[in-house]
């Protein structure tokens, strides 16, 4: 730029130089002056010139040295683009990794998901059968409990002392009827023989009677009484039989108990003995033996007076009317 401003200063100097030669000899020292000053202008137009293209070289040199730098950090610009190229490159492999796994730990969450659901509910219908079972168990117990509180009231060692008390007691009755009734048997059976050898003839209507189908039906109802009694007096035996066994377990029970615990160097109440005593002394009486010539079961061959005393107690089926047959019979 200084160049060319100087070259545009330069040439209006020459060709004012060319019009001044031109015009005349006359007018020369005026010219010269004129040139001086011309010249001068141009020396001053040059030196500004100069200093001008000093400047502009001063600035083409800064603006180089600038257009260095840049260019350097131009490079060093690149060189860090293509490093963040690089780890942008290695952050997106990350990055497709990370979600990859994330895809992967997504999907396994999804699978355990299912399972623990799947697990949860096989668990809770193990609860509920586990309940049903428990509610099915706690319901066998409650009813084994009651059994066995029933069997345990039925089989008390008191309870049994006093049936096997009862039923010695009764058996004891029974036997003593029986004997009642054979003694009226045979007093009846020698008052007809009595009457049938001494009066003969004048007796014949009371064979007829004997002999009638009222006589064989009153019989037949006292067979069928006796029979009923000989039932029941066997279902007392048998009764009495199981009590007193049942009795010598419990006994056989507290006395292996009571060994225990002396093994144990426990001792047992004075009280419990007792009772322990007392409890076995009713189960080890002695059933009366039935005498001799008598039948097992003929227990209840009680006359008319007695058995219709004893209608009650004997069978619960002997019926009223055939009691008060036999007492006409007799």
């Excluded at 293209?53 to 131009?74: V, Y």
């Excluded at 699978?111 to 309940?131: F, M």
């Excluded at 099915?136 to 060692?157: I, N, R, S, V, Y």
């Excluded at 409890?279 to 005498?291: H, I, N």
């Amino acid at each position: 730029m200084a160049g060319r401003s100087l070259t545009s200063k330069a040439e209006p100097t020459a060709g004012a130089v060319d019009r001044a030669e031109k015009a005349g000899v006359g007018s020369l020292e005026p010219r010269v002056e004129v040139l001086i000053n011309r010249i001068n202008e141009v020396q001053q137009a040059k030196k500004k010139a100069n200093k001008d293209l000093g400047e502009a070289r001063t600035i083409c040199e800064a603006l180089q040295k600038e257009l260095d730098s840049l260019h350097g950090e131009k490079v060093h610009l690149k060189e860090i683009l293509s490093k963040k190229q690089d780890t942008l490159r290695i952050l997106r492999l990350h990055c497709q990794e990370k979600e990859s796994e994330a895809h992967r730990k997504h999907t396994m969450l999804q699978e355990c998901k299912e399972r623990i659901s799947a697990l949860n509910l096989q668990i809770e219908e193990e609860k509920n059968k586990q309940r049903q079972l428990r509610l099915a168990f706690e319901e066998q117990l409650e009813d084994l409990m009651g059994q066995h509180k029933d069997l345990w009231d039925f089989h008390m060692p008191e309870r049994l002392a006093r049936e096997i008390c009862a039923l010695d007691s009764s058996k004891e009755q029974l036997l003593m009827e029986e004997k009642l009734v054979k003694a009226t048997l045979e007093d009846v059976k020698h008052q007809l023989c009595s009457l049938c050898g001494a009066e003969g003839p004048s007796t014949l209507d009371e064979g007829l009677f004997l002999r009638s189908q009222e006589a064989a039906a009153t019989v037949q109802l006292f067979q069928e009484e006796h029979r009923k009694a000989e039932e029941l007096l066997a279902a007392a035996a048998q009764r009495h039989q199981q009590l007193q066994q049942k009795c010598q377990q419990q006994q056989q029970k507290r006395q292996r108990l009571k060994e225990e615990l002396e093994k144990h160097g426990m001792q047992v109440p004075a009280q419990a003995q007792s009772t322990q005593e007392e409890e076995a002394g009713p189960g080890d009486v002695a059933s009366p033996k039935p005498l001799k010539g008598e039948r097992p079961g003929a227990a209840h061959q009680a006359g008319p007076d007695v058995l219709i005393g004893q209608e009650d107690t004997l069978h619960p089926d002997l019926s009223p009317r055939g009691f008060q047959e036999i007492k006409e019979l007799f």
